[in-house]
């Protein structure tokens, strides 16, 4: 059996009095002793008159050897135990750590292939055949142009789709790795183990405790009748004692209402719960829910497909509306009635109605109207005002249309074009009062637009920023405040309205999650934010996140702690209007979530 040490010399031992080169040779009982003032030598009991609560040292030694003994044989027993399960444990790491490596290196292969084939698109496009080029002598270069663009992006989806498959098939390797049964059942052993030898503890602490009890009882049986002196001592012991019972019972209603503020504090904080998922294999760019939240617009390629939702849940109608002759980009429904206007890479902006008669060569009741073409590219926001009188559209030509809007003809009247930004243009917000707009593109501007004495929409200035970046959502979060959140940095800059211009506060900043890199590159802008005035909330998403910002009482902007993440930042989505539900498509999953949003 192992021995325990004891850690002092005798010769160093000494008794109460301090004798000098004295034997100890007894060791008191009595709990008004402690340490050294219970040992005694030859000299000490010479002076003891009387009955003695006592045991002989070499009793006391070996009783307390004996004790410390077996304490530390358990101890090293578990130790022991525990190093070799953890030994195994570092084994099976090891194995992962192996293949982990084979897999990475499979992936970095795999990448550079896929560079490899992107590189041979730039090449193919580097020469050509005259022979075959002459034929299309007759054609104009734009539609030439825009033919070998078409089928260069074909080919580069058609690249990066099938390598994209790979990789999340090789990043699934990698996830299986971490997921190995076999590793997480050596670590519920060990935590099996833990449990069992806690258990083992706390039943012999109990008998230690019993044993503990009896030897008081028996050594109270050998003491001597306690002095009035004790008694009085006892008195103050217990006055004290209920003093200290006092003091615990003020610290624990402090405790209690901690427990209270936090208790409250966490019944404020959001829960995003997943009710649902659904299969949707067809590219759905474009969401949205309408007005009173019973219906899902969403597109699958160049359709869009009209879902009935239900308690968190989308049913399929069968109802799919045709007219757009490549990808949906956006939609946007009315805050009334059960229509909506959508855009595409077809440069068309299409208006949708629902009658309340479907027509005899139709099997349901929703009517398109003709294409709307001002756009020399692809569609990528719209917005309805307040009346619905009014539609604005942005786009990659670089340019925001202005529109009036007539829904009872479902029809849409050009107005005229604000050129002032230098390359796409992805968001535009509109304040409260709809006297100002803002706007974000790719040339890094954030554009403040104004109205002019007849109405109607003008330039007024750039709003000065120092972030080499561009963004891809704006908002106005108050008539003075605007939010926008940057590209390829996670942070939302906040721009607040001083000396009648907005102004960039650095100070006022807000950090988010750190960027998935290597899905950063499929973030843009289609997954519009929403900010809703009456609960003073805005929902946004940047990378593969989905986060809420709130108002607080000291009328500071708040980063809720809790958020969706999601698998990449491939992902789009549409946010109901009173911020109950939020839905996605997510790409590489092919599925469409379905999260509501509570408040607990």
């Not at 399960?85 to 290196?105: C, G, R, V, Y």
């Not at 896929?114 to 050509?128: G, T």
Request: aromatic letters at 10%; one cysteine or more.
């Amino acid at each position: 059996m192992l021995s325990c040490q004891m850690i002092e010399q005798q010769n160093e031992l000494r008794c109460s009095n301090n004798h000098q080169d004295q034997p100890i040779i007894m060791v008191l009982l009595d709990e008004e002793y402690q340490q050294n003032q219970r040992f005694k030598c030859p000299l000490c009991l010479a002076k003891i008159k009387g009955k003695v609560n006592c045991l002989s040292y070499e009793e006391a030694l070996i009783k307390i050897q004996d004790q410390k003994d077996q304490v530390y044989s358990l101890v090293t027993t578990f130790v022991t135990n525990n190093i070799k399960e953890l030994d195994d444990f570092l084994n099976h790491i090891e194995i992962i750590k192996t293949e982990l490596i084979q897999t990475i290196s499979q992936i970095e292969n795999h990448i550079n292939l896929w560079k490899s084939q992107l590189l041979q698109l730039s090449k193919q496009a580097s020469s050509y055949s005259i022979l075959k080029e002459i034929d299309n002598i007759n054609i104009s270069n734009e539609s030439l142009i825009d033919q070998e663009k078409y089928q260069f992006i074909e080919k580069l989806n058609q690249v990066n789709d099938a390598f994209q498959c790979k990789t999340i098939n090789h990043f699934k390797s990698l996830r299986e790795i971490f997921n190995k049964e076999q590793t997480s059942q050596i670590f519920q052993m060990i935590q099996k183990d833990n449990r069992e030898n806690e258990q083992l503890l706390n039943e012999q602490c109990l008998q230690t405790e019993i044993q503990l009890n009896n030897d008081q009882k028996e050594s109270s049986n050998q003491q001597l009748a306690q002095t009035e002196c004790s008694n009085l001592e006892n008195t103050e012991k217990d006055k004290l004692v209920q003093s200290n019972e006092h003091e615990n019972i003020l610290q624990q209603s402090c405790t209690n209402e901690n427990i209270i503020n936090e208790l409250s504090q966490l019944q404020e904080k959001t829960y995003y719960k997943l009710q649902g998922e659904l299969q949707q294999k067809e590219a759905c760019i474009a969401l949205a829910i309408n007005f009173d939240g019973s219906l899902v617009a969403a597109s699958c390629n160049n359709d869009i497909k009209i879902w009935k939702f239900q308690n968190g849940n989308m049913i399929d109608q069968k109802i799919i509306l045709k007219g757009h002759e490549n990808i949906v980009f956006c939609i946007i429904f009315s805050k009334k009635i059960n229509w909506f206007v959508s855009g595409g890479t077809d440069n068309q902006i299409r208006c949708w109605t629902e009658k309340n008669k479907r027509s005899w060569f139709s099997s349901h009741n929703w009517e398109g109207s003709k294409a709307y073409i001002q756009h020399t590219n692809s569609i990528l926001c719209l917005l309805l005002n307040e009346n619905e009188d009014q539609l604005i559209s942005s786009s990659c030509d670089n340019s925001i249309k202005i529109w009036n809007i007539k829904c009872s003809d479902n029809s849409l009247l050009f107005q005229y074009s604000l050129e002032k930004h230098k390359n796409q243009v992805f968001q535009i917000s509109l304040n409260s009062k709809e006297t100002q707009m803002v706007s974000c593109s790719e040339d890094q501007q954030i554009i403040l637009w104004g109205k002019d004495v007849s109405n109607k929409w003008e330039f007024k200035y750039t709003i000065d920023h120092n972030i080499n970046d561009y963004g891809l959502r704006i908002n106005f979060l108050s008539d003075d405040t605007i939010f926008w959140c940057q590209f390829s940095q996670p942070f939302i800059h906040v721009f607040k309205l001083e000396n009648e211009k907005f102004q960039q506060q650095s100070n006022m900043k807000i950090q988010l999650k750190s960027l998935s890199e290597d899905c950063n590159w499929c973030d843009y802008c289609f997954f519009p934010s929403k900010y809703n005035n009456q609960k003073q909330v805005l929902i946004i998403k940047q990378n593969k996140y989905i986060y809420k910002i709130q108002q607080n009482q000291d009328q500071q902007y708040q980063l809720d702690s809790s958020f969706i993440e999601c698998s990449a930042a491939c992902i789009y989505g549409a946010i109901q209007d009173n911020l109950q539900h939020i839905i996605i498509w997510n790409k590489e999953l092919k599925l469409f979530q379905i999260y509501q949003i509570q408040e607990k």
